[in-house]
């Protein structure tokens, strides 16, 4: 038994220094969280994501994003933000909103990531958002002119989710 262990330990050390723990490789990569369903991330721009297929509370999205090894996507630049729009414009339409990090809920219209609990460093508004200050208070991705942009909303309303892959996931994704 000790023998086996000693192998798999070498092996998942000789993986783990030839692997890039920041980004995975591939186009896609698998997160597997205690032992149960796998889910795929795929890759757009820098990051990876998962998309939820079911709408659900914002509370609900960043319970459910840590379940499956990641949390609500927190957008950092204008790239980042282009990037998931083309992605996005791919299969939805204006009837699909996807929760993400950002809100204001510890102070109003001071938006905060919850992945980092530090004020935003990146966003794009839709036109004349944020708006309805202390009422709309969770942020989500909406189709307006073309692209997905920023706007505030109900944080008890439902929407589809985004995730992002944890840079050093709290679940199984290798050794």
């Known amino acids: 038994m000790v023998y086996y262990q000693l192998i798999v330990f070498l092996l998942c050390v ?3 220094l030839a692997y ?13 969280c205690d032992k149960g369903k796998t889910h795929l991330y795929s890759r757009i721009g820098e990051k990876y994501y998962f998309l939820g297929k079911t709408k659900v509370t914002w ?11 990641g949390d609500l996507a927190d957008i950092e ?19 699909d909103w996807f929760w993400i990090a950002g809100n204001d809920l510890v ?3 001071k938006f905060a990531s919850l992945t980092t609990g530090l004020p935003l460093t990146f966003t794009s508004w839709s036109p ?7 009422l ?40």
Not at 77 to 95: C, G, R, V
Not at 128 to 134: H, K, L, R, V
Not at 141 to 169: D, E, H, K, P
């Open 136 to 175: 709309e208070q969770c942020m989500h991705l909406w189709l307006i002119g073309g692209v997905f942009s920023m706007n505030n909303w109900f944080c008890t309303q439902r929407a589809f989710y985004l995730c992002q892959r944890q840079n050093y996931t709290r679940c199984w994704d290798g050794c």
């Open 59 to 69: 509370f609900e999205a960043a319970h459910i994003c840590r379940q499956y090894g």
């Open 14 to 16: 000789s993986l783990a």
């Open 107 to 109: 102070t109003v219209h």
């Open 128 to 134: 004349g958002q944020p708006d309805y200050p202390g």
């Open 20 to 32: 890039n723990f920041n980004y995975p490789n591939g186009l896609t990569t698998q997160v597997t």
């Open 77 to 95: 630049s204008a790239e980042e933000m282009d990037a998931i729009s083309t992605y996005l414009k791919k299969e939805h339409d204006q009837n």
